[in-house]
Every structure is written in C-alpha cells, then in structure tokens.
C-alpha cells in the first residue's frame, strides 16, 4: 500500500477539512431554506385559522432553523388558540397551553436582540400574551405572570399598561397594599395620562375607598377638561355612592348628589346630546327628590326628571335609526 508523504497529507487533510466545511455550510443552507418554506406555509394556515396546521409547519420551520426567531411568536400563538376554555383541566388540552407559554417565553428572549425592528417588537408582545397564559383562568400561575410583568416593566418604564397588569395580578392574589403602590408607580411614569387616573379610581372603587376614588376621577377630569366621558364618570361615582353607599347619611346622600349633578351639567356643556348623561342626570334628579323635604320641589325635579328621560330615549332611538340607515 502506497502511503502518502507529508505534503500530500497536508493536502488531504485540508481537502476533508474544506469539505466538512462546505458540507456543513451548504447543510445550514438547505435548513434555512427549508425552513423558510415551512414558515411560509405556516403563515398561509395561521391566516386561514387553520391552527392545527400552522403549529405542525411551525414546528418544521424552527426545528429546520432555530434563528427563525419570529415563528417562535406565531407556533405560541397557534398553540394558544387550540387551547380550549371549556375543556380546562383536561391534560391534553392544557399542555398546548403550556407549549403557548413557552414559545412565547422563546420569542421574547430571541426578538428581543433582533436587529430588524419589526421582530423586535414582538418580544414585548410575546411577553403580554404569556401574561396572559399565565392568568388565573388558564395556567393560574400568578408568581411566573408576576415575573414577566416586572421584566417588562423594566424594559418599559414608561408602558403603564404593564404596571396595570401587575397591579391585577397583585389584586387577584390579594396584595392591595402592593397593588396601590404599583398603580402608584404608573401615576408617577406618565403622570398627564388620564388613563392612570381612571385604573387608580377603579382600584379604589373596588377597595371601597369612596374619597381616593372621585379624588382620582376629579384628577382625571383635570388632564382631559374637554372629554365629557371625564366628567360622566365623576357623577356616576357620586350616584353610585349616593343610592348604594353603605352607612351614608342623608346629608352627604345630598352633597353627593349635588356634586354629581354639577359633574353631568359640565359633561351636557361639552356634549349636549349624551344620551347616557341625560339618563344619569335623570336619576341624581330623582335620588335629589327622594331626599327632598318639600313636596313642590319634589314634584319638580320629577318632572325634570321625567323630560330628561323622554330627552334620551328620543336620542337613543335617533342614534339606533341612523345605525341601521
């Protein structure tokens, strides 16, 4: 047997080793492309709703190339809309959820480095949707949602989306001290927002913290002057608190109502056909009557009452007529 001397040995070696290389290149190559072909076929299904497919081609696509890192999104995706409310508890069923969950947990960390910007965003995207995975009603797994939402909230401090998230996350697990401080936090991020201010009155509707409600509200109403929705709300929570409040004596039954009735005029000033409005001025005018001590004046605001009534059916009719039109 002839062997080789050490410059054709060289040669040799350098040959395999080129062609591992090429090899192992043009190996890559066909990976990628067959994986592009199956991510194309995916989108096609996932369009279509066809969910069982898209996951399958998803599949294909990642495990042909693992860089695909916007598939991650969309098999997580297509997992998540297999899963089925009604047949919770089932293990079939909410492993597609748990595989919803960590798809989405993959594109969040891959996309979240991708140079091309539109790949980009759906790492925080990724992240609202394993929230969501992870709410009560479906994994029920608050200390994982609790997490993701802090990492967003770190990528965004300026996203109050995220503290509101977190603060109902905190409020379904009971931590209302924890909760307050968080809708806090979103206050002092966009503090002209009138969106924090309409979650901090909620918060404390639900707590039953009548005062830091409406002083939430009126704060509302302070950055939208001209948005009658603003004010609107402001009344009905003086309603609300008037007609169904417990322990509320009748003179701050009365205060309330005539500060509700001031809120509804600003908002009718703004938008004099809000039919909601009309209605709820029609019942501050009412409750105003049940609390007032002379007949005649309480015949009047009935009257109103009963024109404001008219008023915002003859609107609602209007509207609902124009609709069908």
């Excluded at 192992?24 to 190559?29: P, R, S």
């Excluded at 994982?144 to 977190?166: G, H, S």
């Excluded at 205060?255 to 709820?280: F, M, N, S, T």
Aim: aromatic share 8%.
């Amino acid at each position: 047997m002839r062997s080789l001397s050490g410059a054709s040995l060289v040669a040799v070696l350098a040959f395999g080793t080129l062609g591992t290389v090429s090899s192992t290149v043009g190996c890559a190559q066909v990976g990628v492309l067959k994986g592009q072909k199956s991510y194309k076929e995916a989108n096609a299904a996932y369009q279509q709703q066809d969910y069982k497919k898209a996951a399958e081609l998803y599949e294909d696509a990642v495990a042909s190339n693992p860089e695909l890192n916007q598939a991650y999104f969309y098999l997580g995706n297509s997992y998540d809309n297999l899963w089925k409310p009604s047949k919770k508890g089932d293990a079939a069923n909410d492993a597609l959820l748990t595989k919803a969950a960590d798809n989405y947990q993959k594109c969040a960390e891959k996309c979240a480095l991708a140079e091309d910007p539109i790949v980009k965003k759906l790492s925080p995207l990724s992240l609202k949707y394993l929230v969501q995975a992870y709410n009560a009603d479906r994994l029920n797994d608050p200390a994982k949602a609790e997490l993701v939402v802090q990492r967003m909230i770190q990528l965004d401090p300026t996203d109050t989306e995220n503290y509101f998230a977190l603060g109902k996350i905190y409020e379904d697990a009971g931590a209302d001290q924890e909760a307050e401080q968080v809708y806090l936090r979103a206050k002092e991020a966009k503090p002209n927002d009138p969106a924090v201010y309409q979650q901090l009155a909620g918060y404390y509707t639900r707590q039953g913290q009548f005062d830091k409600a409406i002083q939430a509200l009126e704060d509302r109403g302070q950055k939208e002057p001209n948005n009658p929705e603003a004010f609107y709300g402001i009344a009905t929570q003086y309603w609300d608190q008037a007609y169904r409040g417990a322990g509320v004596n009748d003179a701050d039954k009365k205060r309330y109502v005539e500060k509700g009735v001031h809120a509804i005029d600003h908002a009718l000033q703004i938008k004099p056909d809000y039919a909601q409005a009309i209605v709820y001025k029609g019942l501050l005018l009412r409750l105003q009557a049940n609390l007032e001590k002379d007949p005649a004046k309480q015949q009047q605001l009935i009257k109103e009452a009963d024109v404001l009534h008219d008023k915002a059916e003859a609107l609602q009719k209007q509207k609902a007529a124009g609709a069908s039109d």
